[in-house]
Each structure stands twice: as C-alpha cells, then as structure tokens.
C-alpha cells in the first residue's frame, strides 16, 4: 500500500529563516505526491503538487517542493518564512483506487515560527 | 460560493447516542469523502463516494454510516457514539477523474464523554 512518513512532528525556525520539511514515500508507480498545509482551526489547503515531469515544483505562498526518486523524497522548501506560515503541514500520496478513495496522508509537522 | 461547508462545528454526546455530520458542498464534484483527524496521526479516510448511490469504506469505516442521495450532501452517521470516536471530522470533495486536489471543509469537532 502507498504510504508517505513525516520524520519530524514539530519544527521551529525563526522568522525570515529557511524552511525544509521532510518527507518520504512508499509507492508502487511513479508517484502523484501533494503537500497540504491546515492552519489552526481550518480545514487543508492545498499548497502543491507533482504528477510528472519537472521535479522541482512551485506552490501557492511561495513554496516549493522537489521530487528524487533516488531517495523517495518530496521534501518541501521555502527560502524565508512569515509568521503567517505557522501551522500543520501534510505530505500525501493517492490511496490507491486511482482517485476515488482519496490520498494517504503523513502524520503531518507542525511548524513553529520564533519571533 | 461556499465551497464544503460542514455543520455542526462543534458537538457533545454521550456514549451511545447517535447523531449526523452534514457536509454540502456547491462545487458540483463528483467525489465526496470522509476523514477522522486524531493527534499524531494525520488523516484517516472513513468513508467515500464517487457519486450520488454510491460509497464504499476506507481505512476506518467501523461505526460510521454513510449515504449518497444527492451531489451535493454527504452525511456522515454514527450509529452508538463511543469514546473512541472523539475527533475533527473533515469532509472533502474532488472532482471526477483524478487531479489530486481535495477541498476540505472546515470540520467539525466531536467529543463523546
């Protein structure tokens, strides 16, 4: 079964720091792989996604994300944080019934940001 | 345009009582779907449904029932509330035909004393 695993449950970083959250994945294929980001108190939002081609992918609040095969990672970057950028975030893979059974999320990270 | 909107957002029961989460959704997509957020354990798929009469169960579909009368609402019923059921709920929609991008509603925060 297709699962993706979030090594780190909390990280902190300053504000205006760079940002990389891990994440690796388990899949028969070649992979569909997202990343979710929930603010506190709200649904997730999608932040990015990589089907196929250019491995390094571009997000919605300047993020970005880029896929090795060589290493099973999707691993998420963003060059400077915001406060704003506070919250949960999710790496997810399709579950495995080509859609109609939704994605298999990680156990997610939460990110503190430090003033 | 609303998008998901789940109600309520916010309940108390007692062991054994049954109740129902609503999620409607305006988006007119075609896969609605069902997930339980727990603390340290990410999302977990309960139930989904590709379209109006038809569902099928995911990862943790025990206690929960679910039916698919119209497009737009995709209730979520438990039978005999347990402890074990206390959680967010989140209901999200797709569009038919996979493109990945699942939009949730805000959930709806279950406790069960």
């Known amino acids: 079964a297709q699962s993706v695993t979030q090594p780190d449950i909390h990280i902190t970083v300053s504000e205006g720091a760079s940002l990389e959250l891990r994440c690796n994945y388990s899949y028969g294929a070649t992979p569909y792989l997202f990343w979710y980001v929930q603010s506190p108190g709200q649904g997730l939002q999608l932040l990015l996604k990589?089907?196929?081609?250019?491995?390094l992918v571009q997000g919605i609040k300047g993020f970005e994300a880029e896929f090795k095969r060589s290493q099973s990672s999707f691993n998420l970057r963003k060059p400077s944080v915001h406060w704003s950028d506070a919250a949960e975030y999710f790496c997810a893979v399709p579950a495995g019934g080509g859609g109609a059974d939704g994605l298999t999320f990680g156990k997610g990270t939460h990110l503190i940001i430090q003033p | 345009n609303a998008g998901v909107t789940q109600t309520p957002k916010f309940q108390v029961l007692k062991t054994g009582q049954s109740m129902t989460l609503q999620c409607a959704q305006d988006m007119n997509h075609e896969y609605m779907s069902w997930y339980r957020q727990d603390p340290g354990m990410g999302l977990r798929l309960i139930h989904y449904?590709?379209?109006?009469?038809?569902?099928d169960q995911g990862e943790v579909p025990n206690g929960y029932n679910v039916s698919r009368s119209t497009t737009e609402d995709f209730p979520l019923r438990l039978l005999s509330a347990a402890p074990s059921q206390t959680s967010v709920y989140f209901c999200?929609?797709?569009?038919?035909?996979?493109?990945?991008?699942?939009?949730f509603g805000e959930g709806s925060r279950l406790t069960v004393l």
């Open positions: 990589y089907f196929s081609g250019d491995t």
């Open positions: 999200a929609t797709t569009r038919g035909g996979w493109n990945g991008e699942l939009f």
């Open positions: 449904s590709v379209g109006a009469g038809i569902t």
